[in-house]
């Protein structure tokens, strides 16, 4: 069946007993066994639980892969991926250098106490993953695109390659295009992570990470540390995102068509110095994200004329909500220098042109002249 369909189905009809058209919430810690040595295929909820399990067979069946885990966040998720990694041998991570924030978090201050080193790379640049490669000792590529704030875009398929040969694993965060846009085993991953708090489950009433595994062997190997660690989600989470994911579709054509909109508008607007949308021709992620995906998602940078404009900015918008986070239905606006990239090194968000100016929309499905009207009226009033 097709990605549409899929999604449609999700969950559909998964209790034989009822036939209950919508996935039951087992809101149940331990399963009954029948007898010794016997089980229902559900012993303790932290291993399984029915209703995560039909969430974590939908998610695997929308990548294509061979089997996914839920995690309560997607931290929990990259973290699972960092865990990996074994003791003692290869311990270079390659990461996108300008990733969500939580990520240089979880690697600098968790990942390198286990061992871990980290290599910021410019992951745009495929020379230069390549050249991280050679040097040697690369466990896992772990590739954002595009990336965050920035937008730039890795070709994949590329890194895929290079990675696996050099004997590394290739883990692509696929938070921002999901499945709908983007499917990166098509392109050669190994992993593909999600932050399903997002556009997954879309509507900004959840918390969830999930890691999609391409063969069954990594499935297996994610699965055990998802059970060892425990960072599992609850039912009624795994139940909210199942119900959000069958709209996934339309509420993702819907927000990068407002995307387009406001991206044109605001490139055009005589206060924004910068606008970045790869969907924008002319943005430089354009022509390689075109190649591998089927459209650009919902998220819009923007650098205003002055610094000061921001705080009036935020304080003004009415259709927009100055909150962190992204991908749900309702737009958001972030100002990422102090809400989410705070821990990049100050030299490298310097380089990357992540300053004081730089603004961060997450497009929602509401009207797009209301979200064009909203950004001219905060930017003509802003000092
Ligand atoms: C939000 C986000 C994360 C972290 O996910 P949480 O669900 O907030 O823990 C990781 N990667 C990307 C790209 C994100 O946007």
Same mark, same amino acid.
């Given at each position: 069946?097709?990605?549409?369909?899929?999604?449609?189905?999700?969950?559909?009809?998964?209790?034989?007993?009822?036939?209950?058209?919508?996935?039951?919430?087992?809101?149940?810690?331990?399963?009954?066994?029948?007898?010794?040595?016997?089980?229902?295929?559900?012993?303790?909820? @932290?291993?399984?639980?029915?209703?995560?399990?039909?969430?974590?067979?939908?998610?695997?069946?929308?990548?294509?892969?061979?089997?996914?885990?839920?995690?309560?966040?997607?931290?929990?998720?990259?973290?699972?991926?960092?865990?990996?990694?074994?003791?003692?041998?290869?311990?270079?991570?390659?990461?996108?250098?300008?990733?969500?924030?939580?990520?240089?978090?979880?690697?600098?201050?968790?990942?390198?106490?286990?061992?871990?080193?980290?290599?910021?790379?410019?992951?745009?640049?495929?020379?230069?993953?390549?050249?991280?490669?050679?040097?040697?000792?690369?466990?896992?590529?772990?590739?954002?695109?595009?990336?965050?704030?920035?937008?730039?875009?890795?070709?994949?398929?590329?890194?895929?390659?290079?990675?696996?040969?050099?004997?590394?694993?290739?883990?692509?965060?696929?938070?921002?295009?999901?499945?709908?846009?983007?499917?990166?085993?098509?392109?050669?991953?190994?992993?593909?992570?999600?932050?399903?708090?997002?556009?997954?489950?879309?509507?900004?009433?959840?918390?969830?990470?999930?890691?999609?595994?391409?063969?069954?062997?990594?499935?297996?190997?994610?699965?055990?540390?998802?059970?060892?660690?425990?960072?599992?989600?609850?039912?009624?989470?795994?139940?909210?995102?199942?119900?959000?994911?069958?709209?996934?579709?339309?509420?993702?054509?819907?927000?990068?068509?407002?995307?387009?909109?406001?991206?044109?508008?605001?490139?055009?607007?005589?206060?924004?110095? @910068?606008?970045?949308?790869?969907?924008?021709?002319?943005?430089?992620?354009?022509?390689?994200?075109?190649?591998?995906?089927?459209?650009?998602?919902?998220?819009?940078?923007?650098?205003?004329?002055?610094?000061?404009?921001?705080?009036?900015?935020?304080?003004?918008?009415?259709?927009?909500?100055?909150?962190?986070?992204?991908?749900?239905?309702?737009?958001?606006?972030?100002?990422?220098?102090?809400?989410?990239?705070?821990?990049?090194?100050?030299?490298?968000?310097?380089?990357?042109?992540?300053?004081?100016?730089?603004?961060?929309?997450?497009?929602?499905?509401?009207?797009?002249?209301?979200?064009?009207?909203?950004?001219?009226?905060?930017?003509?009033?802003?000092?």
């Amino acid at each position: 069946m097709r990605i549409a369909t899929l999604l449609a189905r999700a969950g559909c009809g998964t209790d034989a007993k009822t036939g209950a058209i919508s996935t039951p919430i087992y809101q149940s810690a331990t399963f009954c066994h029948p007898g010794l040595g016997e089980s229902t295929g559900f012993d303790y909820a @932290r291993t399984g639980n029915p209703t995560r399990a039909v969430l974590e067979k939908t998610l695997a069946e929308l990548d294509g892969g061979a089997r996914a885990s839920a995690f309560s966040s997607g931290m929990a998720a990259i973290d699972a991926v960092f865990r990996l990694i074994p003791d003692g041998g290869r311990n270079r991570v390659v990461l996108t250098e300008d990733p969500y924030g939580g990520t240089v978090r979880l690697m600098d201050r968790f990942g390198c106490r286990a061992g871990l080193v980290p290599v910021y790379a410019d992951t745009s640049d495929s020379g230069a993953v390549e050249r991280e490669l050679e040097r040697g000792g690369v466990a896992l590529v772990m590739v954002e695109i595009p990336s965050n704030p920035l937008l730039r875009v890795a070709d994949i398929a590329r890194l895929a390659e290079a990675a696996r040969a050099a004997g590394a694993l290739l883990a692509v965060d696929n938070t921002f295009l999901t499945p709908w846009l983007f499917r990166p085993f098509e392109h050669g991953a190994d992993l593909v992570l999600y932050s399903v708090t997002k556009y997954l489950a879309g509507h900004n009433d959840v918390l969830a990470g999930a890691v999609v595994s391409r063969t069954r062997e990594m499935g297996d190997r994610v699965a055990y540390v998802q059970n060892a660690a425990g960072a599992v989600p609850g039912p009624m989470d795994c139940w909210l995102t199942l119900r959000g994911v069958k709209t996934l579709g339309i509420r993702m054509d819907r927000q990068q068509a407002n995307a387009l909109r406001v991206a044109e508008f605001l490139s055009r607007h005589r206060r924004v110095t @910068r606008t970045r949308y790869p969907g924008l021709p002319g943005d430089p992620g354009y022509e390689r994200l075109r190649r591998q995906a089927s459209g650009s998602g919902a998220i819009v940078s923007f650098e205003v004329e002055r610094s000061e404009m921001v705080p009036d900015i935020l304080a003004n918008v009415r259709a927009f909500a100055f909150a962190e986070s992204l991908g749900g239905v309702e737009s958001l606006i972030t100002y990422p220098l102090v809400q989410t990239h705070a821990d990049l090194a100050p030299e490298l968000r310097e380089r990357l042109g992540l300053n004081d100016r730089l603004l961060r929309l997450s497009i929602g499905i509401e009207d797009a002249e209301d979200l064009v009207e909203d950004l001219d009226r905060t930017l003509r009033m802003a000092m």
